[in-house]
Nanobody, 123 residues
Framework: QVQLVESGGGLVQAGGSLRLSCAAS????????MGWHRQGPGEQRELVAE???????TYADSVKGRFTISRDTAKNTVYLQMDSLKPEDTAVYYC?????????????????WGQGTQVTVSS
């Protein structure tokens, strides 16, 4: 089982910055991708940004040019630097990781989520 622990959320004024961190732990054999999703009030959860083990990054159109995702593969950690924040970025941000764990001689796929961290941007 893989656990994800997030940190870095909070309250910030429009135009400000926040940095989210998410660390994965457990019997991890390898992580294919790590990323961030968010869910605003009354909205569906949406992908914000994702980084794969091959170095490919994907961003939602609404955050391109403002958010930057990065990974520390040695620490199984992903970061989301959020700049020029807007009130519409207000949401609960969830970390996601996909990959494989080792169970004795078997490799099992996992798709894990963090507990979420609140980001609130005031106007």
């Amino acid at each position: 089982q893989v656990q994800l622990v997030e940190s870095g959320g909070g309250l910030v004024q429009a135009g400000g910055s926040l940095r989210l961190s998410c660390a994965a732990s457990g019997s991890i054999f390898g992580i294919t991708a790590m990323g961030w999703h968010r869910q605003g009030p009354g909205e569906q959860r949406e992908l914000v940004a994702e980084a794969t083990s091959l170095g490919r990054t994907t961003y939602a159109d609404s955050v391109k040019g403002r958010f930057t995702i990065s990974r520390d593969t040695a620490k199984n950690t992903v970061y989301l630097q959020m700049d020029s924040l807007k009130p519409e970025d207000t949401a609960v941000y969830y970390c996601n990781a996909r990959g494989r764990t080792r169970d004795n001689l078997r490799l099992l796929s996992f798709d894990s989520w963090g507990q979420g961290t609140q980001v609130t941007v005031s106007s």
